[in-house]
C-alpha cells in the first residue's frame, strides 16, 4: 500500500526529536496565543518567520502549523471561559460553551472540546494522507455560483442559531450583512461608506467586530451589577467528562468531524461554515433544542470537532494545489516561499518528505495539544476564580493589544470599543449577536461570489439555477426556508427558533 | 544629592542622545510592508531585510500595514517621522499605479518619500487556463481580440499587480476583455486552475510551479530575457508584443527629508544584502530579477518612479 509506505516516510520525519520539539513548541506556542483574546495565528506566524530562517523547511513549516492548530484549540478555550470568540470558528462555540461554564461545568466544557478537536483532527490527518488529491479534484467543481449559493444555504443556518424570537435573528442576519458592504468596493475600487476613515477602507476586522460584541460588551454588562458573577465562585466542579457526557456528545463528535472536514476542503474559506452547520444540525436533531444556548454539551462538542477538521483539512488545497485557501494558509506559502519552497501542484512529489512530514507531524501536534491542554483545563478553570476588578482590565488589555496586532493600528482598538458599547446596547434590547456575525462572515463571501457569478454570467441570474451544484443547494435552502415558514409546520418552528 | 543624581542623568541621557545620533542606526529599523505577510513584497522584504539588519547591526523589523491595495500602509510611512528608523518597501502599485487608481491618494510617490533604493522585481507572465485554445502568443492575442467580449480575465482586486498589468494587456492588444475582481493572487489563480476564468497576468513567484506542473499555461514573460527559473518561457519581444514589459518592481523608501546619511546607510546595506551569494540566491529561486550597480543608487530610483507614474497615468485611467 502507497498509503501505509507514505505514512512512513512522514513519521520517520516527524518523529525525529527536532521536529518533534518543534511540532511541541509550535503547539504549545498557538495554545498560548489561541488563549490570548485577539493575537490570532496570522500576527504570531508573521512574527515568529524571522526566527524559523535557520531551520530546515521541514521543521519550519511543522512549527508553524502547530501554532496554526494550536491557536484553534486555545481559541476555544477563550470562547468557552470569558465569551469572547477570538475567529469566526469560535463563535459557535460561545453559545453553549461559556454558558456551560457559567452553570460550574467549565472543565467539562473544556474538556469535550479538547477531545472532539483530537478526534476529528485524527480523521482530518487521514483524509488528507488517503483523499488529498482526489477530493481536490472535487473542490474543483466550486466556481463562485456555488459559492454563493452554499453562502445562501449558510445563512439560513443562521436563523436556526438565534435562541430568542426568529424576526430579531433575521434583523441581525441582516444588520450583519449591511456592516460587511462595508469597505473598497471589489470591481470599482471605490470606497464604500467608509466616511473617509481610512482604517474602513478593507472593511471592518472580523476580531474587531467579534471582541467588541462579544467580549466588550459582555464586560460592560457585568459591570452593571458588582454582585452577579457570570463564572461561578465556589467549585468548578468536575474537570473532565464523564460517561454521560461522552454518550450525549459521540454522534455530534461524528458528525461535526464530517460537516467540518467536508467544508474545509473548499478552496474558498468555506471552514467558517462548518461549526455553524454543525451547531444548526445538532439543533435540529436534539429532542429537545430549546437545551441549546443553555448549555447543551453537543452544542460545544460538535462545532468544535467541525472547527477542527475544517482547520486541518484547509491544508488540502495549500499540499495538493500549492493555491492557499484562506489568509494563514497564504501566509503558510509565504514561509514555504521564504524557505525556497514555492508551493505548487508538484510539491507531493517534488518534496515527498515536507508533504509527508507535514502530514504525519499535524497528528503528532494534535496527540500532543491534547497533552497540553487536559492538564491545562484545571488551571484554565481556575482562572476563573480570579476577581473581576482584576479578570477584567487584564481581559481588555489583551484584547487591545491582540486588536493592535492585527495590522498595527490604534484605530482598530478604538473600533472595538465602539462596538463594545453597539453590543451592549443589543444585549439591551434581546438581539444575538451570533446571528449577526455570521452574516457579517458570509456577507463578504456572498457580494464577492455573487459579484463574480454574475459578471462571468453576464448578468444572467439563472446560472445559479443552471449549474446543477449550485441548483442543488439552492434547492436545500429553500426546503429550509418552507420549513421554518409554512404554517401548517409553525409549531415545531416555534420549537426550533424560539426559547 | 538627589539633584546631583538628576543632572548625572541627564547629561548621560544627553551624551547617548548624541551618540545615537552620530551613529544611525541605534535602534532597531521598522520597516513597513503595505501588504499581508506571505505576498511576493513581503517575502522579497524579508530575505533583504534579514542580510540588512546583519550589515546595519540592528534588527530591522517588518510591519505589515495592509490595506486599499498598499496605499494604507505607504501613507503611513509617507507621515512616520524621517528620523530613519521607519523606512517602507514600496513597490509597483504603491508608487506607479496608485495615483491613476485613487483620485483622493494622501501621498505622492515622487515628492514625498528618499527613494533608498531597488531590490527586486518579479517578472510579469502571460497566463491562461490549460484548455485555452492558443499554442503561442500570437494566436493567444488574436484570440482574444476575436472574442474579446466572451473572454474573462481574471485579477486580484482594484491596485493588485495582476489588475494594473492586465488593463496594460488589453489596452496593448486593443482589446478589453471582462475583468473578474477576486481577493487576492490565492482565489484568482484557484479559478484560473479550475478553468472559471480565461486568462490574467502574474507575477512568477505566483505561477511558477502551476505552469511547471501543466494545470495553467503560460505564452509569455514580460522581461527582455527569460527567466532561469521558467527557460522554456519565450520573452514578449520574441514572441511578438515586444511594447509589453513590465515587472512588479519592489523598492526602499524613507519618509521625505530622512537626513542623507541615514539614506546612505541603508542603501549601503541594500547593495550588500543584494551582492551577497546566499541572498541573491534566495531571490533568484523566487524567479525574482535583481538590480544592476547603476539601478541601485536612490537617484536611479527617484527617476524610475516618476517615469513609472507617467507610465501607468494613461492607461489606468482610460480603463477607468
Given at each position: 500500500?502507497?498509503?501505509?509506505?507514505?505514512?512512513e516516510?512522514?513519521f520517520?520525519v516527524?518523529?525525529?526529536?527536532n521536529n518533534i520539539?518543534?511540532?511541541?513548541?509550535?503547539?504549545?506556542?498557538?495554545?498560548?496565543?489561541?488563549?490570548?483574546?485577539?493575537?490570532?495565528?496570522?500576527a504570531?506566524?508573521?512574527?515568529?518567520l524571522?526566527?524559523?530562517?535557520?531551520i530546515?523547511?521541514?521543521?519550519?513549516?511543522?512549527?508553524?502549523a502547530g501554532i496554526?492548530y494550536?491557536?484553534?484549540?486555545?481559541?476555544?478555550?477563550?470562547?468557552?471561559l470569558?465569551?469572547i470568540p477570538?475567529?469566526?470558528?469560535?463563535?459557535?462555540?460561545?453559545?453553549?460553551?461559556?454558558?456551560m461554564?457559567k452553570q460550574g461545568?467549565?472543565?467539562v466544557?473544556l474538556?469535550m472540546a479538547a477531545?472532539?478537536?483530537f478526534?476529528?483532527?485524527?480523521?482530518?490527518?487521514l483524509?488528507i494522507?488517503?483523499?488529498?488529491?482526489?477530493l481536490?479534484?472535487l473542490a474543483?467543481?466550486?466556481?463562485?455560483?456555488?459559492?454563493f449559493?452554499?453562502?445562501?444555504?449558510?445563512?439560513?443556518?443562521?436563523?436556526?442559531?438565534?435562541?430568542?424570537s426568529?424576526?430579531?435573528?433575521?434583523?441581525?442576519?441582516?444588520?450583519?450583512?449591511?456592516?460587511?458592504?462595508?469597505?473598497?468596493d471589489l470591481e470599482?475600487g471605490?470606497p464604500r461608506?467608509?466616511?473617509?476613515?481610512?482604517?474602513l477602507?478593507?472593511?471592518?476586522?472580523?476580531?474587531v467586530l467579534a471582541m467588541?460584541?462579544?467580549g466588550f460588551?459582555?464586560?460592560i454588562?457585568?459591570?452593571e451589577n458588582?454582585?452577579?458573577?457570570?463564572?461561578v465562585?465556589g467549585?468548578?466542579?468536575?474537570?473532565?467528562?464523564n460517561?454521560?457526557?461522552?454518550?450525549?456528545?459521540?454522534?455530534?463528535?461524528?458528525?461535526?468531524?464530517g460537516?467540518?472536514?467536508?467544508?474545509g476542503?473548499?478552496?474558498?474559506n468555506?471552514?467558517?461554515l462548518?461549526?455553524?452547520?454543525?451547531?444548526?444540525?445538532?439543533k435540529?436533531l436534539?429532542?429537545?433544542?430549546?437545551?441549546?444556548?443553555?448549555?447543551?454539551?453537543?452544542?460545544?462538542?460538535?462545532?468544535e470537532?467541525a472547527?477542527?477538521?475544517?482547520?486541518q483539512?484547509?491544508f488540502?488545497?495549500?499540499?495538493t494545489?500549492?493555491?492557499?485557501?484562506?489568509?494563514?494558509?497564504?501566509?503558510?506559502?509565504?514561509?514555504m516561499t521564504?524557505h525556497g519552497?514555492?508551493?505548487g501542484?508538484?510539491?507531493?512529489t517534488?518534496?515527498?518528505q515536507?508533504?509527508?512530514g507535514?502530514?504525519?507531524s499535524?497528528?503528532i501536534g494534535n496527540?500532543?495539544l491534547?497533552?497540553?491542554?487536559?492538564?491545562?483545563?484545571?488551571?484554565?478553570a481556575r482562572?476563573?476564580?480570579?476577581?473581576?476588578?482584576?479578570l477584567?482590565p487584564?481581559?481588555?488589555?489583551?484584547?487591545?493589544?491582540?486588536i493592535?496586532s492585527?495590522?498595527?493600528?490604534v484605530?482598530?482598538?478604538?473600533?472595538?470599543?465602539f462596538?463594545?458599547?453597539?453590543?451592549?446596547a443589543l444585549i439591551?434590547?434581546g438581539?444575538e449577536?451570533?446571528p449577526?456575525?455570521?452574516?457579517?462572515?458570509l456577507g463578504?463571501?456572498?457580494e464577492?461570489?455573487?459579484?463574480q457569478a454574475?459578471i462571468?454570467?453576464r448578468?444572467n441570474f439563472?446560472?445559479?439555477?443552471?449549474?446543477p451544484?449550485?441548483?442543488?443547494?439552492?434547492?436545500?435552502?429553500?426546503v429550509l426556508?418552507?420549513?421554518?415558514?409554512?404554517?401548517?409546520?409553525?409549531?415545531?418552528?416555534e420549537?426550533?427558533?424560539?426559547e | 544629592?538627589?539633584?546631583l543624581a538628576?543632572?548625572a542623568f541627564?547629561a548621560?541621557a544627553?551624551?547617548?542622545?548624541?551618540?545615537s545620533?552620530q551613529?544611525?542606526?541605534?535602534?532597531?529599523?521598522?520597516?513597513?510592508?503595505p501588504?499581508?505577510?506571505g505576498?511576493?513584497?513581503d517575502?522579497?522584504a524579508?530575505?533583504?531585510g534579514?542580510?540588512m539588519?546583519r550589515?546595519?547591526?540592528q534588527?530591522?523589523?517588518i510591519e505589515?500595514?495592509?490595506g486599499?491595495g498598499?496605499?494604507?500602509?505607504?501613507?503611513?510611512?509617507?507621515?512616520?517621522?524621517?528620523?530613519g528608523?521607519?523606512i517602507?518597501?514600496?513597490?509597483?502599485?504603491?508608487?506607479?499605479?496608485?495615483?491613476?487608481?485613487y483620485?483622493?491618494?494622501?501621498?505622492?510617490?515622487t515628492?514625498?518619500?528618499?527613494p533608498?533604493?531597488?531590490?527586486?522585481g518579479?517578472?510579469i507572465?502571460i497566463v491562461?487556463?490549460k484548455?485555452?485554445p492558443?499554442n503561442?502568443?500570437?494566436?493567444?492575442t488574436?484570440?482574444?481580440?476575436?472574442n474579446?467580449?466572451?473572454l474573462?480575465?481574471?485579477?486580484?482586486?482594484?491596485?493588485?499587480?495582476?489588475?494594473?498589468t492586465?488593463?496594460?494587456?488589453?489596452?496593448?492588444?486593443?482589446?478589453k476583455p471582462?475583468?473578474?475582481?477576486?481577493t487576492?493572487?490565492?482565489?484568482?489563480?484557484?479559478?484560473l486552475v479550475?478553468?472559471?476564468?480565461?486568462f490574467?497576468?502574474?507575477?512568477i513567484v505566483?505561477?511558477a510551479?502551476?505552469?511547471r506542473?501543466?494545470t495553467?499555461?503560460?505564452?509569455?514573460?514580460?522581461t527582455p530575457t527569460r527567466s532561469p527559473?521558467?527557460?522554456d518561457?519565450?520573452?514578449t519581444?520574441?514572441?511578438?508584443?515586444?511594447?509589453?514589459?513590465v515587472?512588479?518592481?519592489n523598492?526602499m523608501?524613507?519618509?521625505k527629508?530622512?537626513?542623507?546619511?541615514?539614506?546612505a546607510k541603508?542603501?549601503d546595506?541594500?547593495?550588500?544584502?543584494l551582492?551577497d551569494e546566499?541572498?541573491?540566491?534566495r531571490?533568484?529561486d523566487?524567479?525574482a530579477v535583481?538590480?544592476?550597480?547603476?539601478e541601485?543608487?536612490?537617484?536611479?530610483?527617484?527617476?524610475?518612479?516618476?517615469?513609472?507614474?507617467?507610465?501607468?497615468?494613461?492607461v489606468l485611467k482610460?480603463a477607468r
Amino acid at each position: 500500500m502507497d498509503l501505509i509506505s507514505n505514512l512512513e516516510l512522514g513519521f520517520s520525519v516527524a518523529l525525529s526529536f527536532n521536529n518533534i520539539a518543534l511540532c511541541f513548541i509550535g503547539c504549545l506556542v498557538g495554545t498560548l496565543i489561541g488563549v490570548l483574546p485577539g493575537v490570532g495565528p496570522i500576527a504570531t506566524i508573521a512574527m515568529l518567520l524571522p526566527i524559523t530562517f535557520g531551520i530546515d523547511p521541514t521543521g519550519a513549516l511543522i512549527m508553524l502549523a502547530g501554532i496554526y492548530y494550536g491557536a484553534q484549540y486555545g481559541g476555544s478555550t477563550t470562547a468557552i471561559l470569558v465569551n469572547i470568540p477570538g475567529e469566526a470558528t469560535s463563535v459557535v462555540t460561545v453559545l453553549d460553551g461559556h454558558q456551560m461554564a457559567k452553570q460550574g461545568r467549565p472543565g467539562v466544557a473544556l474538556g469535550m472540546a479538547a477531545i472532539a478537536s483530537f478526534f476529528a483532527g485524527t480523521v482530518a490527518t487521514l483524509v488528507i494522507a488517503a483523499l488529498g488529491a482526489p477530493l481536490t479534484k472535487l473542490a474543483q467543481l466550486f466556481g463562485p455560483a456555488e459559492y454563493f449559493s452554499l453562502m445562501v444555504m449558510g445563512l439560513v443556518f443562521a436563523m436556526v442559531l438565534a435562541r430568542g424570537s426568529l424576526v430579531k435573528a433575521f434583523a441581525m442576519i441582516v444588520m450583519g450583512l449591511l456592516l460587511s458592504t462595508i469597505g473598497t468596493d471589489l470591481e470599482t475600487g471605490e470606497p464604500r461608506l467608509t466616511f473617509g476613515i481610512e482604517n474602513l477602507s478593507d472593511g471592518i476586522e472580523f476580531a474587531v467586530l467579534a471582541m467588541g460584541v462579544f467580549g466588550f460588551a459582555e464586560i460592560i454588562r457585568n459591570l452593571e451589577n458588582p454582585e452577579a458573577r457570570d463564572v461561578v465562585r465556589g467549585s468548578i466542579g468536575r474537570l473532565l467528562p464523564n460517561k454521560e457526557d461522552f454518550k450525549q456528545a459521540a454522534l455530534p463528535i461524528v458528525r461535526g468531524t464530517g460537516i467540518g472536514a467536508a467544508l474545509g476542503i473548499l478552496p474558498g474559506n468555506g471552514a467558517v461554515l462548518g461549526p455553524f452547520a454543525s451547531y444548526s444540525i445538532e439543533k435540529k436533531l436534539a429532542k429537545d433544542p430549546r437545551r441549546f444556548g443553555r448549555g447543551a454539551i453537543e452544542g460545544v462538542a460538535g462545532p468544535e470537532a467541525a472547527n477542527n477538521a475544517g482547520a486541518q483539512t484547509a491544508f488540502i488545497p495549500l499540499l495538493t494545489l500549492g493555491i492557499p485557501p484562506n489568509a494563514v494558509m497564504a501566509l503558510m506559502v509565504g514561509a514555504m516561499t521564504i524557505h525556497g519552497i514555492i508551493p505548487g501542484p508538484q510539491v507531493m512529489t517534488k518534496n515527498p518528505q515536507l508533504f509527508w512530514g507535514m502530514i504525519a507531524s499535524m497528528w503528532i501536534g494534535n496527540l500532543m495539544l491534547l497533552i497540553i491542554n487536559l492538564p491545562l483545563v484545571g488551571l484554565w478553570a481556575r482562572l476563573l476564580k480570579v476577581p473581576y476588578r482584576l479578570l477584567f482590565p487584564a481581559i481588555l488589555l489583551f484584547c487591545c493589544i491582540g486588536i493592535y496586532s492585527i495590522n498595527n493600528s490604534v484605530e482598530q482598538v478604538i473600533m472595538t470599543a465602539f462596538f463594545g458599547f453597539f453590543g451592549y446596547a443589543l444585549i439591551k434590547f434581546g438581539f444575538e449577536p451570533a446571528p449577526m456575525l455570521l452574516g457579517f462572515v458570509l456577507g463578504k463571501l456572498m457580494e464577492e461570489k455573487l459579484r463574480q457569478a454574475l459578471i462571468l454570467s453576464r448578468g444572467n441570474f439563472m446560472t445559479f439555477v443552471e449549474r446543477p451544484v449550485s441548483g442543488g443547494l439552492l434547492l436545500v435552502a429553500v426546503v429550509l426556508v418552507v420549513a421554518a415558514l409554512l404554517p401548517a409546520i409553525r409549531k415545531s418552528r416555534e420549537e426550533v427558533f424560539t426559547e | 544629592m538627589k539633584f546631583l543624581a538628576k543632572l548625572a542623568f541627564a547629561a548621560a541621557a544627553l551624551a547617548a542622545g548624541s551618540v545615537s545620533a552620530q551613529t544611525y542606526p541605534a535602534k532597531p529599523v521598522t520597516m513597513i510592508v503595505p501588504f499581508a505577510a506571505g505576498g511576493p513584497t513581503d517575502v522579497i522584504a524579508r530575505i533583504v531585510g534579514e542580510h540588512m539588519s546583519r550589515t546595519l547591526g540592528q534588527q530591522i523589523v517588518i510591519e505589515n500595514v495592509a490595506g486599499a491595495g498598499g496605499t494604507t500602509g505607504t501613507t503611513r510611512a509617507a507621515q512616520a517621522a524621517n528620523d530613519g528608523y521607519t523606512i517602507m518597501m514600496g513597490h509597483m502599485g504603491t508608487h506607479g499605479a496608485a495615483p491613476a487608481l485613487y483620485p483622493n491618494l494622501r501621498y505622492d510617490p515622487t515628492k514625498d518619500f528618499e527613494p533608498i533604493g531597488l531590490a527586486a522585481g518579479t517578472p510579469i507572465l502571460i497566463v491562461a487556463k490549460k484548455a485555452f485554445p492558443a499554442n503561442d502568443l500570437k494566436s493567444f492575442t488574436d484570440h482574444v481580440k476575436a472574442n474579446a467580449d466572451k473572454l474573462n480575465l481574471a485579477h486580484a482586486g482594484v491596485g493588485s499587480v495582476s489588475h494594473s498589468t492586465g488593463i496594460l494587456l488589453g489596452s496593448m492588444i486593443g482589446a478589453k476583455p471582462t475583468m473578474v475582481p477576486y481577493t487576492g493572487t490565492g482565489p484568482a489563480l484557484n479559478d484560473l486552475v479550475s478553468g472559471q476564468v480565461d486568462f490574467m497576468t502574474d507575477q512568477i513567484v505566483n505561477v511558477a510551479e502551476q505552469i511547471r506542473a501543466g494545470t495553467i499555461r503560460a505564452y509569455a514573460i514580460a522581461t527582455p530575457t527569460r527567466s532561469p527559473a521558467l527557460p522554456d518561457v519565450p520573452t514578449t519581444t520574441e514572441a511578438g508584443l515586444p511594447q509589453y514589459q513590465v515587472s512588479a518592481w519592489n523598492a526602499m523608501f524613507a519618509p521625505k527629508g530622512t537626513s542623507a546619511d541615514a539614506v546612505a546607510k541603508l542603501n549601503d546595506a541594500l547593495r550588500k544584502a543584494l551582492a551577497d551569494e546566499a541572498t541573491r540566491k534566495r531571490l533568484l529561486d523566487l524567479g525574482a530579477v535583481l538590480p544592476s550597480a547603476d539601478e541601485q543608487t536612490p537617484a536611479w530610483l527617484g527617476a524610475f518612479v516618476a517615469k513609472e507614474v507617467e507610465r501607468w497615468n494613461p492607461v489606468l485611467k482610460a480603463a477607468r
